[in-house]
């Protein structure tokens, strides 16, 4: 079957989620990295055991919750940030390979889609932000359902709506956790493998992998 649509992750795969903090890197300190890395673990974290649980908050809220969660574990890092470091998340920077790469497989007459665990407005701010709105079709957030990914229903929101197979989506992400979801949900997957991590998940792997989306 022909690939009819081509559905992103937005967190990581499109957008850059750790442009926030490296905006504010002198003012954060030496250990401004690995505070973003675990401003976004507990983020994740959160979503996946709020789904667990039953318990679902929208992703904004979660993402404050891990920020102010991460300023404990750092104390040296000036609260002060919080408000500029909130801010700068409404306006991520995309990848410099995406906008051409979402207008050449739109160009070629596929869907162009994302879905994400985002808050439809964090996504409408990030795709505006990016000057995207021309080339996505749709925006799929999960707080239509109010589960969080890997959730299954959460990929289903995409075949429901394009009355598709799953095997006709070809799924990108930079999250592996993501494409073994998406994979045992039946899409064609690429693992966009940007930090260059070890495989997991070796059961549900990926179709493709690769370091960026400009050779998809």
Known sequence: MSTAAYVFDAYGTLFDVHAAVRRHAERAGPDYQIFSEMWRAKQLEYSW???LMGAYR???S????ALDY???RFPGVDRKLRADLLAAYW???CYPEVPAV???IKAHGAKVAILSNGSPLMLAAAVKNAALETVIDDVFSVDALGLYKTAPAVYELVTTTYRLYPDAVSFQSSNRWDAAGAKKFGFRTVWVNRSRMPDEYGDFPPDLILPSLESL
């Open 49 to 51: 055991v709020r789904t």
């Open 58 to 60: 929208d992703f904004w």
């Open 62 to 65: 979660l993402t404050e919750e």
């Open 70 to 72: 991460t300023f404990e």
């Open 91 to 93: 306006t991520l920077d």
């Open 102 to 104: 979402l207008k050449d």
